[in-house]
């Protein structure tokens, strides 16, 4: 069974600090692996993908790696803005379509 | 641009009462899911439909159905809900390809 493992559990950092956001998972058969950002009270918004293949994607201010061999992923905010407090989770899709996912990184930016 | 949709947004039940939780999607996804999220528990896979006409249990199916009605609808029933069941509950669906999943705003249920 794929456990899929975020830490920390939450973060606190001032504004423009960069952001460095960590996912492991157990089983490294993945098909791609997905970062989510979700509101207090809100549905989860997708902000980056990775298929199993690469390496890395980028978009804007954000960058996350994966490492399939080593069953890891880490997603990095760079200069931090209290708009990006939320909580963070990652998610990995198996070949059986299956998605499962880590429990959240909740980040606070402070002014 | 809808993405996928969940009805009700909010419901309020009674012990041993039934619902069926609504979603669609209108991106022509083959694989749908039902997840619930409870604070502490993350996000746990309750079913999920890899194509239309399949439909598997995920971590939590136990207490829930689900049909897999066309390519579109995805539902979910309680058919005699429990207090344990008071979660926030998402809908999600991804395409087969690419295998991006997008989900939908969420229905909050309390049970009491």
């Known amino acids: 069974k794929q456990e899929v493992t975020q830490i920390p559990a939450a973060l606190s950092v001032p504004e423009g600090e960069n952001l460095v956001l960590n996912c492991s998972f157990t089983?490294?058969?993945?098909?791609?692996l997905q970062w989510f950002r979700q509101d207090p009270g809100k549905g989860l918004t997708s902000l980056l993908l990775?298929?199993?293949?690469?390496r890395e994607q980028t978009s804007g201010r954000l960058n996350a790696s994966l490492d399939k061999s080593s069953g890891r992923s880490t997603l990095y905010i760079a200069a931090s803005q209290p708009g990006d407090s939320a909580t963070y989770l990652c998610a990995v899709r198996h070949g059986d379509y299956k998605l499962s996912f880590g429990a959240g990184t909740t980040v606070t930016v402070r002014a | 641009n809808a993405g996928v949709t969940q009805t009700p947004k909010f419901q309020v039940l009674k012990t041993g009462q039934s619902m069926t939780l609504q979603c669609a999607q209108d991106?022509?996804?083959?694989?749908m899911y039902w997840y619930r999220q409870d604070p502490g528990m993350g996000l746990r896979l309750i079913y999920y439909?890899?194509?239309?006409?399949?439909?598997d249990k995920g971590e939590v199916p136990n207490g829930y159905n689900v049909s897999r009605l066309n390519k579109r609808e995805f539902s979910l029933r309680l058919e005699s809900a429990a207090p344990s069941q008071t979660s926030v509950y998402f809908c999600a669906s991804s395409e087969r390809t690419r295998g991006e999943a997008f989900f939908g705003q969420g229905t909050r249920l309390t049970v009491v």
């Open positions: 991106m022509n996804h083959n694989s």
């Open positions: 990775i298929q199993s293949s690469q």
């Open positions: 089983d490294s058969a993945i098909y791609n």
């Open positions: 439909s890899a194509s239309e006409g399949t439909t």
